[in-house]
């Protein structure tokens, strides 16, 4: 897995078996986790794992 050190490298990751992007804006644009975070947290748990970034 690459290293990840500045926001410039999360910009360039694209969404595969082991990495996960969720918008986490919420309904009045001040932030909350997303509904379905909990599915993708469960199903990295039972595999090898993953990252989740949320935005």
Not at 12 to 36: F, M, R, W, Y
């Amino acid at each position: 897995m690459r290293e990840i050190t500045t926001l410039a490298d999360i910009a360039t990751l694209q969404e595969n078996i082991s990495v996960e992007c969720k918008l986490a804006q919420g309904h009045d644009g001040k932030g909350a986790l997303p509904k379905d975070l909990w599915e993708t947290y469960s199903a990295f748990s039972n595999t090898s794992g993953g990252d989740i970034f949320l935005v």
